[in-house]
């Protein structure tokens, strides 16, 4: 148990500073000295998500946090995501919330 709860623990530290730059659940398993798929399962035993789901999860709320909160166009915000470009960042964006970033922009703006 507490070995599983130290690796859940470290996965989320090392998330937390590298999600911007590193999406790759194997990269953090490497990180952390077990496979891939054994980090897979002690994140979703301790969590009930999947690393890959708390991944997408980090990059949604920055993405969500930064369209709210600066003035930050969103090509940039997609670049300083890590996203290859603006309209892959968009397709990420629609597929997680059913709406384009614009939209989600425009929604906060217009309250």
């Known amino acids: ?6 690796i859940t623990n ?9 999600y911007k730059e590193n999406r790759k659940v194997e990269d ?14 002690v994140i979703k035993k301790t969590t009930g998500k999947y690393p890959s789901d708390w991944l997408e999860n980090y990059v949604l709320l920055e993405s969500k946090r930064l369209l709210r909160s600066t003035d ?5 915000i ?3 995501l890590n996203f290859s470009t603006p309209s892959h960042f968009g397709k990420f964006f629609k597929s ?3 709406i384009t970033p614009k939209k989600f ?4 703006v217009n309250k």
Do not use: W
């Not at 470290?10 to 590298?18: A, D, I």
């Not at 398993?29 to 496979?35: N, P, R, V, Y």
């Open 96 to 98: 997680q919330t059913g």
């Open 78 to 80: 997609s670049y300083d």
């Open 1 to 6: 148990k507490s070995k599983e709860r130290n």
């Open 105 to 108: 922009r425009d929604s906060i």
């Open 10 to 18: 470290l996965f989320f530290q090392l998330v937390e500073k590298g």
């Open 28 to 41: 953090y398993a490497a990180m952390i000295g077990i496979t891939s798929k054994h980090l897979a399962l």
């Open 72 to 76: 930050m166009s969103i090509q940039h």
